[in-house]
């Protein structure tokens, strides 16, 4: 079984804080997403990697950066959490010979106060 | 980013029915197409796909139908039950995976 395992299920943190976000995958998969899900907005890609220190941005990355320094892991980092940052975030792994199908944690709901 | 609309956002049917959700996309390179269903508080997962080779796959009550032409993609459940009610995402058939906005199906008992 594919496991793609984000490190909070919830996280309440206040507005001006530096926030982690992390995801961990265990099938040795290239690529890796982060989204936020908000109603009626779907899923929106933030950030994507293909490889260990390669990113590129999605439809919304500002506000956000992110950091894969392992094959396993890929970071989302909020800079300066803002009120409007207050979503549900997912993050999805998938091998590069493809596209084939996306695996996806259990998401993270932050609220920024 | 890459531009790929769903319609419609909301469907309601009853139990029984059967349900379509379609998906436009604007990349002609493109050759793989997913469905993902996500159930109430759970993670989006994969229910089905289709390859640009075929125009058609059918698994149990789900299909999807491929136009290239046109440059969309349906899926079709048949004889609906309460347990498909959830909410359902296209998604590009590109590496980067954006996703349609999603198609929110309730069935009817």
């Known amino acids: 079984d594919v496991k793609v395992t984000q490190s909070s299920r919830y996280l309440v943190k206040r507005t001006g804080e530096k926030v982690f976000l992390e995801c961990v995958q265990d099938m040795d998969h290239e690529n890796m997403f982060w989204y936020r899900q908000d109603p009626g907005l779907g899923l929106r890609l933030i950030y994507f990697s293909y490889d260990v220190k390669m990113k590129e941005k999605g439809d919304i990355p500002e506000g956000y950066s992110v950091s894969r320094e392992k094959k396993e892991r890929f970071s989302l980092i909020l800079e300066s959490a803002s009120t409007n940052q207050t979503s549900m975030y997912l993050c999805?792994?998938?091998?590069?010979?493809?596209?084939?199908?996306?695996?996806f944690g259990q998401g993270t709901r932050l609220t920024v106060v | 980013g890459e531009n790929v609309e769903q319609h419609p956002s909301t469907l309601s049917v009853q139990e029984g029915d059967s349900a379509v959700i379609k998906c436009t996309y604007s990349d002609s390179a493109s050759n793989y197409f997913p469905w993902y269903k996500q159930e109430l508080g759970k993670r989006p997962q994969l229910i089905i796909d289709?390859?640009?080779?075929?125009g058609e796959k059918k698994d149990q009550r789900i299909a999807v139908t491929l136009n290239k032409t046109a440059k969309h993609f349906s899926l079709h459940i048949t004889e609906t039950q309460p347990e498909d009610s959830a909410v359902y995402f296209c998604a590009t058939p590109a590496y980067n995976l954006f996703f349609g906005t999603g198609t929110r199906l309730t069935v009817i008992p």
């Open positions: 999805a792994s998938s091998f590069s010979q493809g596209p084939t199908e996306a695996f």
């Open positions: 289709i390859r640009s080779n075929v």
